[in-house]
């Protein structure tokens, strides 16, 4: 087994990825950077998405307050917008250029444009087993809306070419086979199991310290395999229901199809592999839809009976304040959890950035002159945090979303004269 502080556990058919050890050889270089972009589709609660003040004084309005033990390390942007995304009509014209800012097609050939984390997995990708993950909460929508924009662009953010959206991983278990080099029938027997002569091999030459950390993460990746099992066992039953019925697992409705019935597991577990994804540095791009636009979720643990969409359409009422608040809370989820791996002096999230944002800002109004944008993290001190920005007075020119791709790209060492819409970068940034 070879020992360095990036060192991989291999048993049969699994290659386990480490969190960074200090008490093992490895060069000096800073810590890797890390992006992640999480999307909830069809805006926000307007009047308690907002922000005031800087570091630990900032305030929070009601739908940001589950981000408010983060307070020093978030910016919270208002004002920004895309400006091929207006003046297009709803929804799908709305969304699929968002991390691009390109002009989209109508009709039934497909056009975009590269989106800012493929860039970044172009570029840093390469220097991992995964360029990057792309992850989904909800299926897909087939079709075109009444715009006659497909419903594509509605249900991917990520997109590596003009004409090619990623495909989005639903499954977990699939998503953590990926992460893990999980194959075969040996997919049924726990990770863990099957490396655990190595990590004992390895206990015995760490630090006091390096051993605590390994324990946490072995038992981390144990509370994660526990729900990918269940996961995977629904999967398979579902897979049999298909081929029973003569229907593509595709058509079939949650949980039927094998997605978890409740929503929460679903989105926690994806966190789950996206923080151990960037903790062990398998990864360091991934996208996640937690809601895609024309969203049909449920949260009935909400006491809330529309659908997200549906809910949507009153953004100022308390079923959709309560949405946006449950969204940005798995926000705060996947913060926390990367706050909480330490990498030396610092932690997985000081050396990432998290994106959040919406396609628009009022689903009421289907108004996306100006969108939420959420970021965590400092990119490893590169990027300032724990303000409050405002672009809404800046003029066009001076608030566009693809400005912030280009800042953000700058720091991750990825400088491009231009992208989408923008050629210079957001001031203040």
Same mark, same amino acid.
């Given at each position: 087994?070879?020992?360095?502080?990036?060192?991989?556990?291999? @048993?049969?058919?699994?290659?386990?990825?480490? *969190?960074?050890?200090?008490?093992? *050889?490895?060069?000096?270089?800073?810590?890797? !950077?890390?992006?992640?972009?999480?999307?909830?589709?069809?805006?926000?609660?307007?009047?308690?998405?907002?922000?005031?003040?800087?570091?630990?004084? %900032?305030?929070?309005?009601?739908?940001?307050?589950?981000?408010?033990?983060?307070?020093?390390?978030?910016?919270?942007?208002?004002?920004?917008?895309?400006?091929?995304?207006?003046?297009?009509?709803?929804?799908?014209?709305?969304?699929?250029?968002?991390?691009?800012?390109?002009?989209?097609?109508?009709?039934?050939?497909?056009?975009?444009?590269?989106?800012?984390?493929?860039?970044?997995?172009?570029?840093? @990708?390469?220097?991992?087993?995964?360029?990057?993950?792309?992850?989904?909460?909800?299926?897909? %929508?087939?079709?075109?809306?009444?715009?006659?924009?497909?419903?594509?662009?509605?249900?991917?953010?990520?997109? !590596?070419?003009?004409?090619?959206?990623?495909?989005?991983?639903?499954?977990?278990?699939?998503?953590?086979?990926?992460?893990?080099?999980?194959?075969?029938?040996?997919?049924?027997?726990?990770?863990?199991?099957?490396?655990?002569?190595?990590?004992?091999?390895?206990?015995?030459?760490?630090?006091?310290?390096?051993?605590?950390?390994?324990?946490?993460?072995?038992?981390?990746?144990?509370?994660?395999?526990?729900?990918?099992?269940?996961?995977?066992?629904?999967?398979?039953?579902?897979?049999?229901?298909?081929?029973?019925? @003569?229907?593509?697992?595709?058509?079939?409705?949650?949980?039927?199809?094998?997605? *978890?019935?409740?929503?929460?597991?679903?989105?926690?577990?994806?966190?789950?592999?996206?923080?151990?994804?960037? !903790?062990?540095?398998?990864?360091?791009?991934?996208?996640?839809?937690?809601?895609?636009?024309?969203?049909?979720?449920?949260? *009935?643990?909400?006491?809330?009976?529309?659908?997200?969409?549906?809910?949507?359409?009153?953004?100022?009422?308390?079923?959709?304040?309560?949405?946006?608040?449950?969204?940005?809370? !798995?926000?705060?989820?996947?913060?926390?959890?990367?706050?909480?791996?330490?990498?030396?002096?610092?932690?997985?999230?000081?050396?990432?950035?998290?994106?959040?944002?919406?396609?628009?800002?009022?689903?009421?109004?289907?108004?996306?002159?100006?969108?939420?944008?959420?970021?965590?993290?400092?990119?490893?001190?590169?990027?300032?945090?724990?303000?409050?920005?405002?672009?809404?007075?800046?003029?066009?020119?001076?608030?566009?979303?693809?400005?912030?791709?280009?800042?953000?790209?700058?720091?991750?060492?990825?400088?491009?004269?231009?992208?989408?819409?923008?050629?210079?970068?957001?001031?203040?940034?």
């Amino acid at each position: 087994m070879t020992i360095s502080r990036r060192t991989v556990l291999r @048993g049969a058919g699994v290659a386990m990825g480490l *969190p960074w050890l200090e008490s093992l *050889p490895g060069a000096t270089t800073p810590h890797p !950077q890390r992006f992640a972009v999480l999307f909830m589709g069809t805006g926000i609660s307007p009047g308690r998405w907002w922000a005031k003040g800087s570091g630990a004084e %900032m305030e929070l309005g009601e739908s940001l307050e589950p981000l408010a033990p983060l307070r020093a390390k978030i910016n919270v942007i208002d004002g920004l917008f895309n400006k091929f995304a207006t003046g297009q009509g709803i929804h799908p014209a709305m969304t699929g250029n968002l991390l691009s800012g390109v002009p989209i097609r109508k009709g039934s050939i497909i056009r975009g444009g590269i989106t800012i984390d493929q860039v970044l997995a172009n570029h840093i @990708g390469q220097d991992t087993p995964q360029p990057s993950m792309v992850l989904a909460c909800e299926r897909a %929508m087939t079709g075109f809306h009444e715009t006659n924009f497909s419903n594509a662009y509605s249900s991917h953010i990520s997109w !590596q070419s003009a004409d090619s959206p990623v495909p989005n991983e639903m499954y977990p278990s699939l998503a953590f086979d990926s992460l893990f080099e999980n194959s075969g029938r040996l997919r049924d027997t726990s990770v863990l199991d099957r490396v655990k002569d190595h990590a004992a091999s390895l206990a015995g030459r760490v630090s006091a310290t390096d051993r605590i950390k390994l324990d946490e993460y072995l038992a981390s990746v144990r509370d994660v395999e526990r729900g990918i099992e269940r996961m995977r066992n629904d999967k398979n039953r579902a897979e049999e229901r298909a081929a029973g019925a @003569g229907r593509p697992l595709a058509a079939m409705q949650r949980p039927q199809d094998g997605l *978890p019935e409740d929503i929460r597991d679903h989105i926690r577990l994806m966190c789950d592999i996206i923080a151990l994804g960037f !903790q062990t540095d398998k990864t360091r791009v991934a996208s996640l839809l937690l809601a895609r636009d024309l969203s049909a979720l449920y949260y *009935p643990f909400l006491a809330v009976g529309k659908q997200h969409h549906g809910a949507s359409h009153y953004d100022t009422e308390e079923d959709y304040r309560k949405i946006v608040r449950f969204q940005v809370s !798995q926000l705060a989820y996947l913060a926390q959890r990367l706050e909480a791996m330490r990498e030396g002096e610092s932690n997985v999230l000081d050396n990432s950035c998290l994106l959040f944002l919406s396609n628009m800002w009022s689903g009421t109004k289907h108004d996306n002159k100006k969108v939420p944008v959420v970021t965590i993290g400092s990119l490893g001190g590169k990027l300032k945090t724990g303000r409050a920005l405002e672009y809404a007075a800046a003029g066009d020119e001076n608030r566009k979303l693809c400005s912030l791709y280009l800042g953000i790209m700058d720091r991750m060492g990825v400088e491009l004269k231009e992208f989408g819409d923008a050629r210079t970068r957001l001031a203040e940034l």
